[in-house]
């Protein structure tokens, strides 16, 4: 079987010696992949530095910074490929990661995005923590009619743009990245992709996600986050399959579920005036609760119950 054409769009800003790494990683795959670096008008010498790269990469300068959804949108519409590798600056794919997903989709052609293990790195490249496995086999499939539902429960891991490759036309036929979310549009994408395919996820640890001080989530308050996190929730319960309404919690149950989680990262963080202000009334739901605790359960045992999934290897 042919190799499915893989196009690598990382996209950067300011971020030189971080850049370089993810580059690297690029140059360095098993396979070959067209490498797209998306250039959000820095000013540290990122142009200088691609441009010595000559023709090894397609080089996008964006005039203004377009924010991150802007240069990933930029980065798709030059690519070639017929799957996008989407990487951020910051991180980094294992050598053999574009390989192991041109073998995984082109098992199921039906598929418009897959996702993978992913290892957390600290700034000196130590793991800190990996996502776990979960589902059948080393390469499974999710139907296209489970996949918001699953994502409701948070039991399809699909996760962070380091993680997951899309497919070019249903990127595109999706309307690309959310130029007006401010968190989050990465979720936002993949909800919409996910409306022309099956889903892939590969059991294998294939990229590398730093967790740092300068990571922009660090910066956003954990109230602009729980509201982020309620928007995603709604745009998700509102595409959840005809199968599945009998069984979806209200919505407003998801709500007072997400005051709590993100009154337990409060507390984590040492905020007692915050943890309260986003706990209560919530705290007070047994069915958030009982909704938070099968997050943790699934997150722990990797498993998707209610959701059709068949392995492929």
Not at 147 to 162: A, N, Q
Not at 224 to 247: F, V
Request: proline share 4%; charged share 20%.
């Amino acid at each position: 079987m042919a190799a499915v054409p893989f196009s690598i769009v990382i996209t950067t800003y300011n971020r030189l010696d971080l850049l370089k790494r993810a580059v690297q990683s690029a140059f360095d795959q098993t396979v070959p992949a067209q490498v797209v670096v998306v250039d959000n008008a820095s000013t540290d010498g990122t142009s200088a530095y691609v441009e010595s790269l000559g023709d090894r990469v397609t080089y996008v300068r964006n005039s203004t910074n377009t924010k991150h959804a802007g240069a990933v949108n930029v980065g798709v519409e030059a690519a070639s490929g017929e799957w996008i590798k989407l990487v951020d600056d910051d991180d980094y794919l294992a050598t053999d990661c574009i390989e192991k997903m041109a073998e995984a989709v082109s098992l199921r052609p039906a598929a418009v995005i897959c996702s993978c293990q992913a290892a957390q790195v600290d700034t000196e490249e130590r793991e800190l923590s990996r996502t776990p496995s979960t589902g059948p086999g080393e390469v499974f499939y999710i139907p296209q009619g489970d996949i918001h539902y699953g994502m409701l429960l948070e039991v399809v891991p699909f996760g962070t743009p380091i993680q997951v490759a899309v497919r070019r036309d249903a990127f595109l036929k999706s309307g690309g990245w959310d130029l007006s979310m401010t968190s989050c549009d990465d979720i936002d994408s993949w909800i919409r992709v996910a409306e022309h395919g099956d889903a892939l996820f590969i059991n294998q640890c294939l990229a590398y996600r730093t967790v740092w001080p300068g990571g922009y989530d660090q910066k956003i308050a954990l109230q602009r986050r729980l509201q982020t996190n309620m928007l995603i929730k709604e745009r998700i319960y509102a595409r959840i399959g005809e199968q599945h309404q009998a069984q979806i919690p209200k919505l407003a149950t998801i709500r007072q579920y997400l005051h709590l989680h993100w009154a337990l990262v409060a507390l984590k963080q040492k905020q007692p005036l915050v943890t309260a202000a986003l706990g209560f009334p919530a705290a007070l739901s047994p069915q958030a609760w009982q909704l938070l605790q099968q997050a943790v359960r699934f997150k722990k045992v990797g498993a998707i119950a209610p959701i059709q999934k068949i392995a492929l290897a």
